[in-house]
Structures are given as structure tokens and as C-alpha cells.
């Protein structure tokens, strides 16, 4: 079996709502909305990433979509938790349409002994 092949089959394995888009040439992993409505979030213009399923769980869907938004820059798109930095997890947020790098409810703090 192929690297890349290997790599998507367990991608697929782990997350459950992304994976692999079967015969798509553009897009490399599908994500499902909490609609059960599915779309590309990653495409093979972006880099590959080591696949990873980060401790905590994803805020709850908002109900509603803020007026404004805080001046930090863009949200960083991902496809899977590996995509985002530190201890932020890829979760779909219905404002953007998309899933994108959030603190999740629940993390572990690294702890430093002196």
C-alpha cells in the first residue's frame, strides 16, 4: 500500500465525518456538517498534515452568528485536529460554514516542573 494511500484510509478511520472524497481529483478529504451535508475542507493545494485527534471536545454550535468579529485575522480553516495549532481542535462552525481551529471545552494544560 501506497503512503498517501495509507495516510487517507486512516484519516478516514479516525475522524468518521472527513475522508477521502472517492474519484474527486481536487479535493483530497470531504467534511460533514452537523447536517449530515457534505463538503471539501481540504484540497490538494494545501499541505499534508499529520492526522490527529486532540483531547477535549468542540464548543457547541452556535445558534446564532455574531454581529462582529474580533480583529485577531481570519479563522485558520483545518480538515482535521492535526491541521491546528497547539491545543485548538477542527470543529464546524456554522456562522462560516465550514470547520475551522477552536479552543476546545476541555484541554490538558502542558505542566512545567522547575
Request: some cysteine.
Amino acid at each position: 500500500m501506497h503512503f498517501a494511500s495509507f495516510v487517507l484510509l486512516s484519516y478516514a478511520i479516525i475522524l468518521g465525518s472527513c475522508g477521502p472524497a472517492p474519484g474527486s481529483s481536487r479535493c483530497r478529504y470531504w467534511c460533514k456538517t452537523p447536517e449530515n451535508q457534505y463538503y471539501c475542507c481540504e484540497d490538494n493545494n494545501q499541505p499534508i498534515r499529520p492526522v490527529q485527534e486532540k483531547f477535549g471536545t468542540c464548543p457547541p454550535v452556535r445558534l446564532e452568528c455574531p454581529q462582529t468579529r474580533i480583529a485577531t485575522g481570519p479563522p485558520l480553516t483545518c480538515s482535521n485536529d492535526g491541521s491546528c495549532p497547539v491545543s485548538d481542535k477542527c470543529c464546524f462552525d456554522v456562522c462560516l460554514k465550514e470547520h475551522v481551529c477552536k479552543l476546545p471545552l476541555e484541554y490538558a494544560l502542558p505542566i512545567f516542573f522547575e
